[in-house]
Nanobody, 121 residues
């Protein structure tokens, strides 16, 4: 079994900052790409930021320059540092990891349960 557990969400005023964390645990051979997605009611889940095992990153245009994704491979964790938050950043944020449970199994995506981020005006 694999679990991804997010933490760090909450309520913040516009212009403020938050740091999300996601810890992976369970039977894990290797974690490949990791990322953060977000979703608001009635909309599809969208990629916010992604990071490869080697540390290459990509960001949604809406968060470039404000959000920073990072990871600690030894601790099996991924982080999202969010600055200059805007009301439109309000969403449930989900952690994603593409991982192999063993050396003989295919890479599969796993998701966390989500953490609410609310940015007030």
């Amino acid at each position: 079994q694999v679990q991804l557990v997010e933490s760090g969400g909450g309520l913040v005023q516009a212009g403020g900052s938050l740091r999300l964390s996601c810890a992976a645990s369970g039977i894990i051979f290797k974690i490949n790409d990791m990322g953060w997605y977000r979703q608001t009611p009635g909309k599809e889940r969208e990629l916010v930021a992604g990071i490869t095992y080697g540390g290459r990153t990509n960001y949604a245009d809406s968060v470039k320059g404000r959000f920073t994704i990072s990871r600690d491979n030894a601790k099996k964790m991924v982080y999202l540092q969010m600055y200059s938050l805007k009301p439109e950043d309000t969403a449930v944020y989900y952690c994603n990891a593409d991982l192999e449970m063993t050396a003989w199994t295919r890479t599969r995506p796993y998701w966390g349960q989500g953490t609410q981020v609310t940015v007030s005006t």
